[in-house]
């Protein structure tokens, strides 16, 4: 494995000062609804909005100490590139991020915003990662390249909210963690093991970006052979070499979900713990509700979710509105149903 | 450590009252400090205790601390729960299981509803027809009997005392805001917030019938007298801010139309004279204003609060309070509610 429990509590040290320690939530609908003992890990109110900025930051201090001010470059469509332009800027250390043109206004600007240099690409993963190693190339090497979600720091840090969780949850059993790239659940997977090999990490993905879910069951990394079309924009990347090996011995299963799930969970959150995250949680939140998951964990189980982000594009919430299912009836069929709340 | 403000700019041509001891000894307000430290009791591991939050970035939109006590997480989805909760519990205690009524067609039916609910009390709740299917179906969620009524304050209340008459007066008809045990009830927040901040200086509270605010100021008076009440208000709403400057009752004569849809009541008889005598000042906010200020805390708190917490907000960042405060104050702000319809989000959008 890339990297060791060591590390993890290495970069606890690192970005401690700088990171919050966010809140765990919990919900007395969401907890009759799906019949756990649900405990919201909530990284939306991570800086930059998404939990990246751990990993990021504990990068960027170990780059600061290995590099000094030698620059770096980061494709991102989003979380990760505005979570390293801020890590970057705290430490002084240049900064580029590669991003489509197509990517949301808010995100640029926040880039730009913490001064880093933009460079545009094609919204593919070949285009993203083509446009970085360009960047590097150009730069003879002198450009350190990053990756979202296979740079060791990056899963480190990812790993730090394990320790959170242990210390905010008496009697975890299970956490539930979005997959796309791979590198949060790498992190947070190592941890748990090392601390409590009875915790169950249960990945949930995108259907249409199964390649976790896929690659746990040939037993070997099945990468996506195109760019996926799914609301969860923030998962669309394959998991890699660096996060495979952990997620096959640390992973214990995964959960897939359809896109009108992930609608209906994310629109569920929003509506009753008022709470804005981002498509990609509501993946982990369908994932909580689904029936897959009843034949993994017992009901009644303490589960963590983690609420990865909450930057979403207010001017495009098309998706929120399109599915056919009115939240409020849903809820109100459940209350009635039952004794009360 | 408590501030005290070496000077005071008068912003509007009002006097402004500070209730004294000898006035608030002689004056009869619905409640006093008695009353909410029995609603804390009454609702106690029932209401949420919410949290405080910050946000680095609205400081620096705002140039104040700010502190954000979140009622959107309490039950229900707004501070109403507290108050409705408080008032159930003692009409129980007195009136057995006899049904409780109410006209609203926002939070305070919701938080009712279940507060109701909670009891094996029935509960009926008085709205229009035109009110949206979300807020109807929220109501009818946890168990309420929805009583259709027009949308005007005259048929609400014609179809509200038809129950009464129906039930041949045994019923507890209270009102969002008016009720004592509901003003008591949400001066709770404030012992909370202060117990959670106690260095407070200033505390921001979106105004409608003024309930909130005066059980907060209650609470704030006996507990920390330095702390500045702000009334936060629709400028299209304006009802508290024309009467403090009257210094009379003056509510409006139509239903206003603003996106602050929960604060479109007027301030009544039993809130405005502890509005009177504790509310230090009204600033009042454009609908552009709360639109914008909404929108931020949604994006950089990633909180849906509804466009009547983001009235406060809109306050906390607007240009008027940094002539009523000091600089360095540390300023609370009530996010008191987060019921919004997602069907209806074109307001969000950055025009």
Same mark, same amino acid.
Not at chain 1, 173 to 192: E, K, Y
Not at chain 1, 253 to 262: K, T
Not at chain 2, 291 to 310: C, D, F, H, N, Y
């Given at each position: 494995?890339?990297?060791?429990?060591?590390?993890?509590?290495?970069?606890?040290?690192?970005?401690?000062?700088?990171?919050?320690?966010?809140?765990?939530?919990?919900?007395?609908?969401?907890?009759?609804?799906?019949?756990?003992?649900?405990?919201?890990?909530?990284?939306?109110?991570?800086?930059?909005?998404?939990?990246?900025?751990?990993?990021?930051?504990?990068?960027?201090?170990?780059?600061?100490?290995?590099?000094?001010?030698?620059?770096?470059?980061?494709?991102?469509?989003?979380?990760?590139?505005?979570?390293?332009?801020?890590?970057?800027?705290?430490?002084?250390?240049?900064?580029?991020?590669?991003?489509?043109?197509? $990517?949301?206004?808010?995100?640029?600007?926040?880039?730009?915003?913490?001064?880093?240099?933009?460079?545009?690409?094609?919204?593919?993963?070949?285009?993203?990662?083509?446009?970085?190693?360009?960047?590097?190339?150009?730069?003879?090497?002198?450009?350190?390249?990053?990756?979202?979600?296979?740079?060791?720091?990056?899963?480190?840090?990812?790993?730090?909210?394990?320790?959170?969780?242990?210390?905010?949850? $008496?009697?975890?059993? $299970?956490?539930?963690?979005?997959?796309?790239?791979?590198?949060?659940?790498?992190?947070?997977?190592?941890?748990?093991?090392?601390?409590?090999?009875?915790?169950?990490?249960?990945?949930?993905?995108?259907?249409?970006?199964?390649?976790?879910?896929?690659?746990?069951?040939?037993?070997?990394?099945?990468?996506?052979?195109?760019?996926?079309?799914?609301?969860?924009?923030?998962?669309?990347?394959?998991?890699?070499?660096?996060?495979?090996?952990?997620?096959?011995?640390?992973?214990?299963?995964?959960?897939?979900?359809?896109?009108?799930?992930?609608?209906?969970?994310?629109?569920?959150?929003?509506?009753?713990?008022?709470?804005?995250?981002?498509?990609?949680?509501?993946?982990?939140?369908?994932?909580?509700?689904?029936?897959?998951?009843?034949?993994?964990?017992?009901?009644?189980?303490?589960?963590?979710?983690?609420?990865?982000?909450?930057?979403?594009?207010?001017?495009?919430?098309?998706?929120?509105?399109?599915?056919?299912?009115?939240?409020?009836?849903?809820?109100?069929?459940?209350?009635?149903?039952?004794?009360?709340? | 450590?408590?501030?005290?403000?070496?000077?005071?700019?008068?912003?509007?041509?009002?006097?402004?009252?500070?209730?004294?001891?000898?006035?608030?000894?002689?004056?009869?307000?619905?409640?006093?400090?008695?009353?909410?430290?029995?609603?804390?009791?009454?609702?106690?591991?029932?209401?949420?205790?919410?949290?405080?939050?910050?946000?680095?970035?609205?400081?620096?939109?705002?140039?104040?601390?700010?502190?954000?006590?979140?009622?959107?997480?309490?039950?229900?989805?707004?501070?109403?729960?507290?108050?409705?909760?408080?008032?159930?519990?003692?009409?129980?205690?007195?009136?057995?299981?006899?049904?409780?009524?109410?006209?609203?067609?926002?939070?305070?039916?919701?938080?009712?509803?279940?507060?109701?609910?909670?009891?094996?009390?029935?509960?009926?709740?008085?709205?229009?027809?035109?009110?949206?299917?979300?807020?109807?179906?929220?109501?009818?969620?946890?168990?309420?009997?929805?009583?259709?009524?027009?949308?005007?304050?005259?048929?609400?209340?014609?179809?509200?005392?038809?129950?009464?008459?129906?039930?041949?007066?045994?019923?507890?008809?209270?009102?969002?805001?008016?009720?004592?045990?509901?003003?008591?009830?949400?001066?709770?927040?404030?012992?909370?917030?202060?117990?959670?901040?106690?260095?407070?200086?200033?505390?921001?509270?979106?105004?409608?019938?003024?309930?909130?605010?005066?059980?907060?100021?209650?609470?704030?008076?006996?507990?920390?007298?330095?702390?500045?009440?702000?009334?936060?208000?629709?400028?299209?709403?304006?009802?508290?801010?024309?009467?403090?400057?009257?210094?009379?009752?003056?509510?409006?004569?139509?239903?206003?139309?603003?996106?602050?849809?929960?604060?479109?009541?007027?301030?009544?008889?039993?809130?405005?004279?502890?509005?009177?005598?504790?509310?230090?000042?009204?600033?009042?906010?454009?609908?552009?204003?709360?639109?914008?200020?909404?929108?931020?805390?949604?994006?950089?708190?990633?909180?849906?609060?509804?466009?009547?917490?983001?009235?406060?907000?809109?306050?906390?960042?607007?240009?008027?309070?940094?002539?009523?405060?000091?600089?360095?104050?540390?300023?609370?702000?009530?996010?008191?509610?987060?019921?919004?319809?997602?069907?209806?989000?074109?307001?969000?959008?950055?025009?």
């Amino acid at each position: 494995h890339v990297i060791t429990f060591n590390d993890v509590l290495e970069a606890k040290q690192n970005i401690i000062n700088e990171s919050y320690i966010t809140p765990v939530m919990t919900s007395t609908i969401i907890n009759k609804i799906s019949q756990y003992d649900v405990h919201f890990k909530c990284e939306l109110f991570q800086r930059t909005g998404s939990f990246k900025f751990r990993g990021m930051f504990n990068l960027a201090t170990n780059h600061r100490r290995d590099f000094i001010d030698r620059p770096v470059v980061i494709a991102s469509s989003g979380n990760a590139g505005q979570s390293l332009a801020l890590a970057c800027k705290l430490h002084k250390i240049p900064c580029h991020v590669v991003m489509p043109e197509t $990517a949301t206004p808010t995100k640029r600007e926040a880039v730009l915003g913490y001064g880093a240099l933009v460079t545009n690409c094609t919204d593919s993963e070949k285009g993203r990662t083509d446009a970085a190693n360009a960047v590097v190339e150009e730069s003879n090497g002198a450009i350190r390249l990053v990756s979202p979600s296979q740079t060791p720091d990056v899963i480190a840090g990812a790993g730090t909210i394990t320790l959170e969780l242990i210390d905010q949850i $008496a009697n975890l059993q $299970a956490i539930i963690v979005p997959v796309g790239g791979g590198g949060m659940i790498a992190g947070i997977a190592l941890a748990a093991k090392h601390l409590n090999p009875k915790i169950k990490i249960i990945g949930a993905e995108p259907a249409e970006a199964d390649d976790c879910y896929q690659s746990k069951l040939n037993n070997r990394r099945t990468p996506l052979n195109k760019t996926p079309i799914t609301v969860a924009d923030a998962l669309r990347t394959s998991i890699g070499e660096n996060t495979w090996p952990i997620i096959r011995d640390c992973v214990d299963d995964v959960v897939i979900v359809g896109e009108e799930e992930i609608k209906i969970a994310t629109k569920l959150i929003w509506h009753t713990m008022k709470l804005m995250i981002e498509p990609s949680s509501g993946v982990g939140v369908a994932a909580l509700l689904s029936n897959q998951l009843k034949t993994m964990l017992p009901i009644g189980s303490s589960v963590s979710v983690i609420l990865c982000g909450g930057n979403v594009n207010l001017d495009k919430l098309d998706w929120l509105t399109q599915t056919n299912v009115d939240i409020q009836s849903l809820i109100g069929t459940i209350a009635s149903n039952d004794g009360g709340f | 450590m408590i501030l005290t403000l070496g000077f005071s700019i008068p912003l509007r041509a009002y006097r402004r009252y500070y209730a004294t001891q000898s006035q608030m000894a002689m004056n009869n307000y619905v409640i006093n400090y008695e009353s909410i430290k029995d609603a804390e009791r009454n609702i106690k591991d029932v209401a949420n205790v919410t949290p405080v939050l910050t946000s680095s970035i609205i400081d620096k939109v705002s140039g104040f601390q700010l502190h954000f006590k979140c009622e959107l997480f309490q039950r229900t989805g707004s501070f109403k729960f507290r108050g409705m909760y408080n008032e159930v519990f003692n009409h129980k205690k007195t009136n057995g299981t006899q049904p409780m009524v109410i006209h609203s067609s926002g939070n305070a039916g919701q938080a009712l509803a279940l507060a109701s609910r909670l009891h094996d009390i029935p509960c009926h709740v008085v709205m229009p027809t035109v009110a949206i299917p979300c807020k109807r179906n929220a109501v009818i969620g946890y168990g309420a009997i929805i009583a259709d009524c027009q949308d005007s304050e005259s048929s609400r209340e014609e179809v509200a005392q038809s129950i009464v008459d129906r039930f041949d007066g045994k019923v507890r008809l209270t009102s969002p805001s008016q009720s004592p045990d509901v003003i008591a009830g949400a001066g709770t927040i404030a012992t909370e917030f202060i117990e959670q901040v106690p260095t407070l200086d200033v505390i921001i509270v979106p105004v409608g019938g003024g309930g909130m605010i005066s059980g907060i100021a209650v609470a704030c008076k006996h507990l920390n007298p330095k702390v500045k009440i702000i009334a936060a208000e629709p400028a299209l709403a304006d009802d508290c801010y024309q009467s403090k400057l009257n210094n009379r009752r003056t509510p409006l004569t139509k239903t206003p139309i603003t996106i602050a849809d929960a604060l479109r009541t007027s301030i009544g008889p039993n809130t405005w004279p502890i509005i009177r005598d504790f509310v230090n000042d009204v600033i009042t906010v454009t609908d552009d204003q709360i639109k914008s200020a909404t929108r931020l805390v949604w994006q950089t708190m990633k909180l849906t609060i509804e466009p009547s917490s983001g009235v406060g907000v809109a306050v906390a960042i607007g240009d008027q309070l940094k002539n009523i405060i000091e600089p360095n104050a540390v300023v609370g702000v009530i996010l008191c509610g987060g019921n919004v319809s997602l069907e209806h989000l074109d307001w969000l959008k950055d025009d």
